[in-house]
């Protein structure tokens, strides 16, 4: 493996945002360790799939084991992985919050912790969390408070383990979408959250893949909330 080649797992990854950003790193010659819980295997040789529940610790670890195995290292973690549940405050069920919280943090926490026991070998790495712009503007429109709640604590936990760890080689930046035109919106509702951008329309799934490898492409960047939301984070 030379030297610009690195080892990248990428979380939620089996469509939308997380397959674009497999492509894109695939697109520049990194191996890829990919994990969600209906994940297929691949037939392209660079890319190993791990089936399974984010949120369950046994998962990570079969992840992180797996890149070990298979490529000697995990250069870089991608937090894509999470669930998005819009719903008045009091309307969330206990079963609402168990899904978010588990998907959301736990699945961050159990990987992360692995991933960087295993970047600190090597005295280098990258950790890049996927959370949402909705954490800084809130919209009156889009009742989220657990995404909020869990994504919110993502953002605070990229700037603390960025401080933590920036003399010890591994960095940690978080990428904030807009509304992203994936699978997750129905093609009904495109212009409706459209309207909700500045800049008049939904972002691409390859704006958020690009500013993943932008970052892992930018040692001099720790700590960054890197908002790609048509400028929703500015106001409107």
């Given at each position: 493996?030379?030297?610009?080649?690195?080892?990248?797992v990428?979380t939620?990854?089996s469509?939308?945002?997380?397959?674009?950003?497999?492509?894109?790193?695939?697109?520049l010659?990194?191996?890829?360790?990919?994990?969600?819980?209906?994940?297929?295997?691949?037939?392209?040789?660079?890319v190993?799939?791990?089936?399974?529940?984010?949120?369950?610790?046994?998962?990570?670890?079969?992840?992180?084991?797996?890149?070990?195995?298979r490529?000697?290292?995990v250069?870089?973690?991608?937090?894509?992985?999470?669930?998005?549940?819009?719903?008045?405050?009091t309307?969330?069920?206990?079963?609402?919050?168990?899904?978010?919280?588990g998907?959301?943090?736990?699945?961050?926490?159990?990987?992360?912790?692995?991933a960087?026991?295993e970047?600190?070998?090597?005295?280098?790495?990258?950790?890049?969390?996927?959370t949402?712009?909705?954490?800084?503007?809130?919209?009156?429109n889009?009742?989220?408070?657990?995404?909020s709640?869990?994504?919110?604590?993502?953002?605070?936990?990229?700037?603390?383990?960025?401080?933590?760890?920036?003399?010890?080689?591994i960095?940690?930046?978080a990428?904030?979408?807009?509304?992203?035109?994936?699978?997750m919106?129905?093609?009904?509702?495109?212009?409706?959250?459209?309207?909700?951008?500045p800049?008049?329309?939904?972002?691409e799934m390859s704006?958020?893949?690009?500013?993943?490898?932008?970052?892992?492409?930018?040692p001099?960047?720790t700590?960054?909330?890197?908002?790609?939301?048509?400028?929703?984070?500015?106001?409107?």
């Amino acid at each position: 493996m030379s030297n610009a080649q690195k080892v990248i797992v990428v979380t939620g990854a089996s469509q939308g945002i997380g397959a674009e950003i497999v492509k894109s790193f695939r697109a520049l010659g990194h191996h890829v360790v990919a994990t969600s819980r209906s994940i297929q295997p691949s037939n392209d040789p660079g890319v190993v799939t791990v089936a399974g529940d984010i949120a369950k610790r046994d998962t990570a670890e079969r992840v992180i084991a797996t890149a070990i195995e298979r490529f000697g290292r995990v250069d870089t973690l991608v937090n894509n992985a999470g669930i998005f549940i819009a719903k008045p405050f009091t309307q969330y069920t206990q079963e609402d919050f168990a899904t978010i919280t588990g998907i959301n943090l736990a699945g961050f926490f159990y990987i992360t912790q692995l991933a960087v026991t295993e970047m600190e070998k090597h005295g280098s790495g990258h950790i890049v969390n996927l959370t949402t712009s909705l954490v800084d503007h809130a919209n009156s429109n889009v009742p989220s408070v657990l995404a909020s709640l869990t994504k919110g604590g993502l953002n605070s936990a990229t700037k603390s383990l960025a401080i933590e760890y920036a003399k010890r080689g591994i960095r940690v930046n978080a990428v904030s979408p807009g509304i992203i035109k994936s699978p997750m919106h129905a093609p009904e509702t495109h212009e409706v959250l459209a309207s909700l951008h500045p800049v008049g329309r939904m972002g691409e799934m390859s704006d958020i893949a690009n500013a993943v490898t932008y970052l892992d492409s930018a040692p001099f960047i720790t700590g960054e909330i890197l908002h790609v939301d048509g400028g929703q984070n500015a106001g409107h």
